[in-house]
C-alpha cells in the first residue's frame, strides 16, 4: 500500500477541526444551557483524562 508523505498529518489536521465543529462546540453550548461554568467544563474534561 502507497501512502503519501505527510498524508497521515494532514488527515488529523483534517479531524481536528471537526472534531471542534462536530464535538468542541455542541458541548460548550450544552454546558452554557446547564448554566456549567468555564472552569467547571474543563476541569470534567480533565477528570474525563484521568479517569
Request: charged share 30%.
Amino acid at each position: 500500500m502507497f501512502v503519501t508523505p505527510g498524508a497521515r498529518e494532514k488527515i488529523l489536521a483534517e479531524r481536528r477541526g471537526k472534531f471542534y465543529t462536530n464535538f468542541v462546540k455542541s458541548l460548550v453550548t450544552e454546558a452554557k444551557n446547564l448554566n456549567i461554568s468555564e472552569e467547571d467544563l474543563i476541569s470534567q474534561i480533565k477528570r474525563g483524562f484521568t479517569e
